[in-house]
C-alpha cells in the first residue's frame, strides 16, 4: 500500500462537516474543481501491448472503457500542501492509503505537455530531456517517450503518454521522486497521480490543516528550461 496527500481548500462555514463527510465517505472529490474520470487502470494495463500498435487511437480506446470519478494526490505531504493553498479557504491535507495497482500517473501538469512539445524548438535537447525524464519517472518512462518521439502526429504522442502513465514502474518510481517539478501553471510538486475519487473509508488516515508554505525545493526541474528549450 502507499501513502498518497490530497490538498483541498475547505470553506471556512461547513469544513467541519466536509472533513466529516470525508472521513465517513472515503469521497475525495467533493470539493473538486475537476470533475474527470479513469478507466480501471488494470483494464488498461491489460490491453497496453494491444493499444500501442495504433498510438493515433489510445485516447479514444481507453475512453471507451466503464470509466469512474478521479481525484487528484501527491505522494508527499508539501506537494499536496502547494494545491491546497492554491484555492480558497483553509488549506488541508488528507491523508490516505491505496494500492499502487489502483493509481496512474497524473501528467496533466508536466508529463503530457512535455510528450507533445519537447521538440518544437528544435532536438538537440533530447538527451537533458530524457535524462530529466529518468530521474522523474524512471527508466521505464523512456521506452514511452522514445516512441513517441518518432511519432509526428500529436494525438499519437498522446495515445503513448496515456499508456505511460498506466506503467507500473514508472508509477512507483515517480512515487519516490523527490525532486521538485516547476510544470504548468507554475505548480510546483513532486509527485502527482490520479486516483478513484471514492475510496473506503478506513484508508482515510488523517486530514490535517496547513500550518505553513512549504520550504523552497533544493532542486527543481523547470517545465520550460529544461524540457522544452534546447
Known amino acids: 500500500m502507499l501513502v498518497l496527500y490530497r490538498g483541498i481548500a475547505l470553506e471556512p462555514q461547513t469544513e467541519d462537516g466536509d472533513r466529516a463527510a470525508i472521513c ?29 500498435q495504433a498510438p493515433g487511437e489510445v485516447r479514444d480506446q481507453i475512453q471507451c472503457l466503464p470509466q469512474t470519478p478521479l481525484s487528484y494526490a501527491c ?14 479557504g483553509t488549506p488541508v491535507v488528507i491523508t490516505f492509503e491505496i494500492a499502487l495497482e489502483k493509481i496512474i500517473i497524473d501528467g496533466k501538469d508536466f508529463l503530457y505537455t512535455v510528450f507533445q512539445l519537447w521538440d518544437r524548438s528544435g532536438t538537440r535537447h533530447r ?9 522523474l519517472f524512471g ?14 502526429d500529436t494525438i499519437a504522442r498522446i495515445g503513448l503518454c496515456d499508456l505511460a502513465v498506466h506503467d507500473l514502474a514508472a508509477i512507483g518510481w515517480h512515487y519516490t521522486n523527490r525532486t521538485d517539478i516547476a510544470g504548468r501553471n507554475d505548480r510546483v510538486f513532486r509527485s502527482s497521480f490520479a486516483v478513484p475519487a471514492s475510496l473506503d473509508p478506513a484508508a482515510v ?26
Open 75 to 88: 505522494g508527499d505531504f508539501e506537494g499536496a500542501a502547494r494545491y491546497a493553498l492554491s484555492g480558497s
Open 205 to 230: 488516515l488523517d486530514i490535517q490543516n496547513v500550518a505553513a508554505p512549504p520550504t523552497n525545493p533544493a532542486r527543481t526541474i523547470h517545465f520550460h528550461t529544461d524540457m522544452l528549450t534546447p
Open 139 to 152: 527508466h521505464a518512462i523512456l521506452g514511452w517517450f522514445d516512441r513517441a518521439c518518432r511519432e509526428t
Open 127 to 135: 538527451e537533458r530531456v530524457r535524462e530529466n525524464l529518468s530521474t
Open 24 to 52: 465517513q465517505t472515503g469521497y475525495l472529490a467533493a470539493k473538486s474543481f475537476w470533475k474527470n474520470t479513469m478507466a480501471k487502470p488494470s483494464a488498461v494495463r491489460s490491453r497496453s501491448s494491444e493499444l500501442a
